[in-house]
């Protein structure tokens, strides 16, 4: 059969044709159609949006933990009773509610 190469920025596909096709046939009798291409480029889009999600959810759950713990930590140092003891001066706290929330 004859060989067909089609360039595109950086690939380069070569195809050999092995037979002719019935014009009347579909267009996926080969293996290969519009579809099988874009579905390849959400998956990579898709892993690359979940990776961000990944590390953006990460990067929130980390400040949560600080920013409640300097709350809790300003509150002994104003001398108030820790939440651990009964106290409950924290939650008059916006840094603590900031870290709640985030």
């Known amino acids: ?5 089609l ?20 267009a996926q009798d080969n293996g290969t159609s519009d579809i099988s291409w ?7 889009y898709g892993f690359y ?3 961000g ?3 953006f959810s990460s990067f929130l759950i980390g400040s949560s933990v600080i920013l409640k713990k300097k709350g809790l930590l300003r ?3 104003k001398g108030g009773t820790r939440a651990g ?6 939650l008059k ?8 929330l985030t």
């Open 1 to 5: 059969g004859s060989l067909i190469t």
């Open 7 to 26: 360039s595109c920025l950086s690939h380069r596909v070569v195809c050999q044709v092995i037979s002719s096709a019935d014009p009347s046939g579909s």
């Open 38 to 44: 874009i579905t390849r480029l959400e998956s990579n």
């Open 49 to 51: 949006i979940g990776l």
């Open 53 to 55: 999600l990944a590390v």
């Open 75 to 77: 509150l002994v140092e």
């Open 85 to 90: 003891d009964g106290g409950h001066g924290y």
């Open 93 to 100: 706290d916006w840094l603590w509610w900031a870290g709640l």
